[in-house]
Protein backbone atom coordinates (compact mmCIF):
# COMPACT_ATOMS: atom_id res chain seq x y z
CA UNK A 1 0.00 0.00 0.00
CA UNK A 2 1.52 3.58 -0.76
CA UNK A 3 1.93 6.25 2.05
CA UNK A 4 0.02 8.31 0.30
CA UNK A 5 -2.66 7.41 -1.82
CA UNK A 6 -4.52 10.14 -4.57
CA UNK A 7 -6.96 9.59 -7.18
CA UNK A 8 -4.92 10.58 -10.05
CA UNK A 9 -8.13 11.69 -12.22
CA UNK A 10 -7.95 13.75 -14.45
CA UNK A 11 -11.02 15.60 -13.06
CA UNK A 12 -12.70 17.42 -16.08
CA UNK A 13 -14.93 20.49 -14.69
CA UNK A 14 -16.67 23.43 -16.27
CA UNK A 15 -15.40 27.02 -14.90
CA UNK A 16 -17.06 27.94 -11.80
CA UNK A 17 -17.55 24.42 -10.49
CA UNK A 18 -16.60 23.26 -7.09
CA UNK A 19 -14.18 20.55 -7.09
CA UNK A 20 -13.30 18.28 -4.22
CA UNK A 21 -10.01 15.94 -4.39
CA UNK A 22 -9.53 13.32 -1.14
CA UNK A 23 -5.99 11.83 -0.11
CA UNK A 24 -5.46 8.53 2.49
CA UNK A 25 -2.63 8.86 4.31
CA UNK A 26 -0.86 5.43 6.19
CA UNK A 27 1.01 6.75 8.96
CA UNK A 28 -0.80 7.71 11.83
CA UNK A 29 2.36 9.22 13.75
CA UNK A 30 2.34 12.15 10.43
CA UNK A 31 2.38 15.47 12.01
CA UNK A 32 2.36 18.05 8.90
CA UNK A 33 0.27 18.18 6.03
CA UNK A 34 0.05 20.12 2.82
CA UNK A 35 -1.27 20.64 -0.99
CA UNK A 36 1.26 21.20 -3.03
CA UNK A 37 0.07 22.24 -6.81
CA UNK A 38 2.27 20.98 -10.54
CA UNK A 39 2.21 22.75 -13.05
CA UNK A 40 3.43 20.82 -16.45
CA UNK A 41 7.03 20.33 -16.59
CA UNK A 42 7.30 22.86 -13.78
CA UNK A 43 7.84 22.01 -9.63
CA UNK A 44 5.54 21.53 -7.13
CA UNK A 45 4.86 24.93 -4.92
CA UNK A 46 3.25 25.04 -1.89
CA UNK A 47 -0.62 25.71 -2.18
CA UNK A 48 -1.72 25.47 1.40
CA UNK A 49 -0.52 23.71 4.97
CA UNK A 50 -3.37 21.66 6.08
CA UNK A 51 -4.54 22.07 9.86
CA UNK A 52 -6.83 20.05 12.23
CA UNK A 53 -9.01 22.78 12.43
CA UNK A 54 -9.28 23.32 8.80
CA UNK A 55 -8.09 26.17 6.63
CA UNK A 56 -9.45 28.18 4.07
CA UNK A 57 -7.45 30.74 1.57
CA UNK A 58 -9.70 32.44 -0.61
CA UNK A 59 -11.27 29.66 -3.31
CA UNK A 60 -9.56 26.99 -1.51
CA UNK A 61 -10.46 25.18 1.67
CA UNK A 62 -8.46 22.00 3.30
CA UNK A 63 -9.92 19.89 5.69
CA UNK A 64 -7.96 17.13 7.97
CA UNK A 65 -9.47 14.16 9.86
CA UNK A 66 -6.39 12.17 11.85
CA UNK A 67 -8.69 9.78 13.08
CA UNK A 68 -9.53 8.52 9.05
CA UNK A 69 -6.42 9.58 8.08
CA UNK A 70 -7.86 11.46 5.56
CA UNK A 71 -7.39 14.87 3.93
CA UNK A 72 -9.61 17.04 1.12
CA UNK A 73 -9.00 19.35 -0.86
CA UNK A 74 -11.82 21.72 -1.68
CA UNK A 75 -12.09 24.29 -4.75
CA UNK A 76 -14.50 26.91 -5.37
CA UNK A 77 -15.56 28.91 -8.39
CA UNK A 78 -12.83 26.77 -10.58
CA UNK A 79 -10.85 28.93 -12.98
CA UNK A 80 -8.95 27.88 -16.31
CA UNK A 81 -6.01 29.10 -14.24
CA UNK A 82 -6.51 26.36 -11.74
CA UNK A 83 -5.20 23.72 -14.30
CA UNK A 84 -2.70 21.59 -12.66
CA UNK A 85 -1.90 18.63 -10.98
CA UNK A 86 -2.16 18.73 -7.06
CA UNK A 87 -0.24 16.58 -5.05
CA UNK A 88 -1.15 15.66 -1.26
CA UNK A 89 2.00 15.52 0.83
CA UNK A 90 2.29 14.40 4.58
CA UNK A 91 5.44 14.06 6.71
CA UNK A 92 6.48 10.25 6.56
CA UNK A 93 7.97 7.98 9.21
CA UNK A 94 10.27 9.91 12.09
CA UNK A 95 10.15 12.33 10.03
CA UNK A 96 10.08 14.89 13.09
CA UNK A 97 13.79 14.97 12.79
CA UNK A 98 14.58 15.27 9.23
CA UNK A 99 11.75 17.05 7.95
CA UNK A 100 11.41 14.21 4.73
CA UNK A 101 7.86 14.48 3.19
CA UNK A 102 6.12 11.74 1.76
CA UNK A 103 4.28 12.85 -1.77
CA UNK A 104 1.29 11.61 -3.73
CA UNK A 105 1.13 10.75 -6.93
CA UNK A 106 -1.15 13.20 -7.63
CA UNK A 107 -4.49 14.69 -8.94
CA UNK A 108 -4.80 15.96 -12.01
CA UNK A 109 -7.69 19.21 -12.77
CA UNK A 110 -8.23 20.48 -15.78
CA UNK A 111 -10.88 23.26 -15.96
CA UNK A 112 -13.03 23.78 -19.38
CA UNK A 113 -14.12 27.11 -20.38
CA UNK B 1 15.24 37.40 -3.81
CA UNK B 2 15.82 33.67 -2.14
CA UNK B 3 15.43 31.08 -3.94
CA UNK B 4 16.86 28.13 -4.89
CA UNK B 5 18.61 27.47 -8.55
CA UNK B 6 19.26 24.07 -10.38
CA UNK B 7 21.30 23.66 -13.46
CA UNK B 8 21.38 22.70 -15.88
CA UNK B 9 17.25 22.58 -16.66
CA UNK B 10 17.87 19.75 -19.45
CA UNK B 11 20.66 17.13 -19.46
CA UNK B 12 21.91 15.04 -21.90
CA UNK B 13 23.96 11.86 -20.96
CA UNK B 14 25.27 8.90 -22.95
CA UNK B 15 25.20 5.60 -21.59
CA UNK B 16 28.14 5.03 -19.13
CA UNK B 17 28.26 8.33 -18.05
CA UNK B 18 28.63 9.90 -14.70
CA UNK B 19 26.59 13.56 -14.89
CA UNK B 20 26.15 16.17 -11.91
CA UNK B 21 23.34 18.07 -10.83
CA UNK B 22 23.50 21.37 -9.58
CA UNK B 23 21.49 22.76 -6.69
CA UNK B 24 22.62 26.28 -4.62
CA UNK B 25 20.14 27.97 -2.53
CA UNK B 26 20.28 30.95 -0.46
CA UNK B 27 17.37 30.82 1.89
CA UNK B 28 19.80 29.88 4.86
CA UNK B 29 17.77 26.63 5.32
CA UNK B 30 19.77 23.73 6.86
CA UNK B 31 17.94 20.91 5.34
CA UNK B 32 18.12 20.39 1.30
CA UNK B 33 16.81 16.87 -0.80
CA UNK B 34 16.78 15.23 -3.85
CA UNK B 35 13.86 13.97 -5.37
CA UNK B 36 12.67 12.14 -8.96
CA UNK B 37 9.76 12.22 -10.06
CA UNK B 38 9.01 9.72 -13.33
CA UNK B 39 5.84 11.01 -15.25
CA UNK B 40 2.44 9.75 -13.99
CA UNK B 41 4.47 9.44 -10.84
CA UNK B 42 5.27 11.07 -6.83
CA UNK B 43 7.97 12.24 -6.00
CA UNK B 44 10.44 9.74 -4.56
CA UNK B 45 13.36 10.63 -1.72
CA UNK B 46 17.22 10.22 -3.44
CA UNK B 47 19.14 11.72 -0.59
CA UNK B 48 18.71 14.26 1.76
CA UNK B 49 20.99 16.47 4.44
CA UNK B 50 20.35 17.88 7.82
CA UNK B 51 23.48 19.69 7.89
CA UNK B 52 26.45 20.35 6.47
CA UNK B 53 29.50 17.32 5.88
CA UNK B 54 26.37 15.04 6.71
CA UNK B 55 23.68 13.29 4.21
CA UNK B 56 21.26 10.45 4.37
CA UNK B 57 20.37 7.91 1.68
CA UNK B 58 16.26 8.19 0.64
CA UNK B 59 14.02 5.26 -0.57
CA UNK B 60 16.00 5.10 -3.93
CA UNK B 61 19.41 5.71 -3.43
CA UNK B 62 21.34 3.67 -5.87
CA UNK B 63 23.43 4.43 -8.48
CA UNK B 64 23.25 8.73 -7.27
CA UNK B 65 25.64 10.37 -4.82
CA UNK B 66 25.17 13.30 -3.01
CA UNK B 67 28.36 15.75 -1.03
CA UNK B 68 27.24 18.51 1.06
CA UNK B 69 30.48 21.08 1.69
CA UNK B 70 28.24 24.38 1.80
CA UNK B 71 25.18 24.50 3.65
CA UNK B 72 24.18 26.13 0.03
CA UNK B 73 25.17 23.72 -2.29
CA UNK B 74 23.86 20.24 -2.29
CA UNK B 75 25.25 18.70 -5.72
CA UNK B 76 23.66 15.07 -6.77
CA UNK B 77 25.89 12.61 -9.38
CA UNK B 78 23.53 10.22 -11.57
CA UNK B 79 26.43 7.64 -11.97
CA UNK B 80 26.67 5.09 -14.39
CA UNK B 81 25.33 2.38 -12.13
CA UNK B 82 22.20 4.23 -12.08
CA UNK B 83 20.28 2.10 -14.69
CA UNK B 84 17.31 3.99 -15.59
CA UNK B 85 18.37 7.56 -15.07
CA UNK B 86 16.05 9.56 -17.35
CA UNK B 87 13.54 11.30 -14.62
CA UNK B 88 12.89 14.77 -13.81
CA UNK B 89 14.88 15.73 -10.90
CA UNK B 90 13.65 18.24 -8.18
CA UNK B 91 16.07 19.52 -5.38
CA UNK B 92 14.17 20.93 -2.32
CA UNK B 93 15.23 22.95 1.11
CA UNK B 94 13.17 23.59 4.60
CA UNK B 95 13.23 25.58 7.19
CA UNK B 96 13.63 24.40 10.49
CA UNK B 97 10.56 23.14 12.13
CA UNK B 98 7.63 21.09 11.73
CA UNK B 99 5.48 23.36 9.63
CA UNK B 100 7.03 24.39 6.94
CA UNK B 101 7.04 22.64 3.97
CA UNK B 102 9.62 22.45 0.93
CA UNK B 103 10.43 25.74 -1.28
CA UNK B 104 11.49 23.51 -4.93
CA UNK B 105 14.15 24.19 -7.80
CA UNK B 106 12.96 24.52 -11.28
CA UNK B 107 14.26 21.10 -11.77
CA UNK B 108 16.40 19.89 -14.29
CA UNK B 109 15.60 17.36 -16.91
CA UNK B 110 17.97 14.22 -17.69
CA UNK B 111 17.66 12.46 -20.59
CA UNK B 112 19.69 9.15 -21.36
CA UNK B 113 20.61 9.35 -24.99
Known amino acids: RKEVEQDPGPFNVPEGATVAFNCTYS??????FFWYRQDCRKEPKLLMSVYSSGNEDGRFTAQLNRASQYISLLIRDSKLSDSATYLCVVTGRGSSNTGKLIFGQGTTLQVKP | DGGITQSPKYLFRKEGQNVTLSCEQN?????MYWYRQDPGQGLRLIYYSQIVNDFQKGDIAEGYSVSREKKESFPLTVTSAQKNPTAFYLC????????????FGSGTRLTVV
Open chain 2, 92 to 103: ASKDRGQGYGYT
Open chain 1, 27 to 32: NSASQS
Open chain 2, 27 to 31: LNHDA
